[in-house]
């Protein structure tokens, strides 16, 4: 069974960082494509950002464009996003997750098999 950790959320002030980071066990990530979904108090979840395998195109949602930094680490079953300049409206529960399905990765969770448990990210004063 794949199990999906995921580390680094918190508070943090407007304009401010946070790494987020996740790590898959009993698979060999490079075969997957990697996600980011967050999901909002009253909003349905949307997604962030992707990374592909093996050609490593990268996806982002317009609204983090410039400011988020997805990446990933292979060998360590690892993968990544980095928040800058953080606002906000950015504050949510975030998810990452995997599929291997598609030829390229898509920000449509129903494609994604395995999920992280979700933590909470909040942007505040």
């Known amino acids: 069974q794949v199990h999906i950790v995921e580390s680094g959320g918190g508070l943090v002030q407007p304009g401010g960082s946070l790494r987020l980071s996740c790590v898959a066990s009993?698979?060999?990530?490079?075969?997957?494509?990697v996600s980011w979904f967050r999901q909002a108090p009253g909003k349905r979840r949307e997604g962030v950002s992707c990374l592909s395998s093996p050609d490593g195109s990268l996806v982002y949602a317009d609204s983090v464009k410039g400011r988020f930094t997805i990446s990933r680490d292979n060998a360590e079953n690892a993968w990544h996003l980095q928040m800058d300049n953080l606002k906000p409206e950015d504050t949510a529960v975030y998810y990452c997750?995997?599929?291997?399905?598609?030829?390229?990765?898509?920000?449509?969770?129903?494609?994604?098999?395995?999920w992280g448990q979700g933590i909470q990210v909040t942007v505040s004063s």
């Open positions: 009993r698979i060999t990530l490079d075969d997957f494509h």
């Open positions: 997750a995997i599929e291997a399905s598609q030829a390229n990765c898509l920000l449509i969770e129903n494609f994604y098999d395995f």
